[in-house]
């Protein structure tokens, strides 16, 4: 029975993490979060009345609330999921990255430092910071319609992965302060021997996810009868991971993996954004079906700069030592994730039009803008 500090933990994979080690596991979890506009305690309904579970409104870059969170609830792990995560954000304002995901996992780090030098040897060799990281840090991948234009044409297959070994080439605002980050707690390791454990993961989908990233985006835009933005040709490549799956993954890690360690973690789904959306058109024109069909609402805007082409992740480490594989099919788990959304429209509407925020603010109504 373990106590874990969660940090990130109102968030769309934080969320899924602690409501899979209450479920499943009789581990604690302490959840510490600054509740940004992508934190949602809503997202914790099912699990925040358990004993084993204890919310700390806190901001990662704050030492002082940090130092006192350790000390009250002594931890015996941190999994570390508190980051600004959007990349469209990061381009029109790339503070907020560098604030929380670069000063704030230094600013964990030190105080984690501190009180594990703190702990008896047994307790701190048993220690574990595990930081949560993305496979955007590698940079882009070799895309299959680019090699089949060059002269030496590769086989699909032979199209290189994401290792554990591929060096960093973060080329967003948002990747690069994720690489800083990863950086920072490898050397806190090296340096101070804190035993911290990293993992780099795909792009994950599934319930709780705050609909500005493109699968929540695009399901509700559909049932909206809005335009289905998609960047460019949409042919970028992205390798999906359902999200309760990565939280299995990240238990297994924290609990499992060995010090010193980093760890890729990926769906083995690897779709272009365009045969994403179209089977999500496809799901509603089954499950809710209209006149005409959904995909007639795609529409084609202008690329994100600096795209990346194409992530893809091996994970074959994580089913070779942790003994992990994901258990959903990007079909099954798209599936699920659009019933969800269609289950769950009281959440959807209340992080849309921001009235979750404005509850635990104690405001009173606006709109999804602000103005009353
Ligand atoms: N979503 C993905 O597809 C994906 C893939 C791989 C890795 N990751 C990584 O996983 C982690 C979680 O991602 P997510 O999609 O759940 O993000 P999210 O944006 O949904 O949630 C982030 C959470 O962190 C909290 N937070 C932000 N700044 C904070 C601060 N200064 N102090 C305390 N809390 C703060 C927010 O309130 C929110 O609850 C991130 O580190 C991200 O880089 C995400």
Redesign the pocket.
Known sequence: MKKILV????????SAVIRHIIKNTSDSVIN?????Y???LESLIEVDSCERYAFEQ????NRSELDRVFSDHKPDAVMH??????VDRSITGPAAFI??NII?TYTLLEATREYWNTLEQSAKTEFRFHH????EVYGDLPHPDDVEASAEPLANEKLPMFLETTSYEPSSPYSAS?AASDHLVRAWLRTYSLPTIVTN????YGPYH?PE?LIPLIILNALEGKNLPIYGKGDQIRDWLFVEDHARALYKVVTEGKVGETYNIGGHNEKKNLEVVNTICEILDTLVPKESAYAGQIRYVQDRPGHDRRYAIDSSKMQRELDWMPEETFETGLRKTVQWYLDNSTWCKNVQDGSYQRERLGLEATDSKGNE
């Open positions: 940090t990130g933990g109102a968030g769309f994979i934080g510490v979060d600054k509740l940004t992508a934190g949602n806190v901001d990662i870059c999921l508190a980051a600004e995560s959007h604030e929380t704030g949560i990281s993305t496979d994720k993961c795909s792009n994950n705050f990233k």
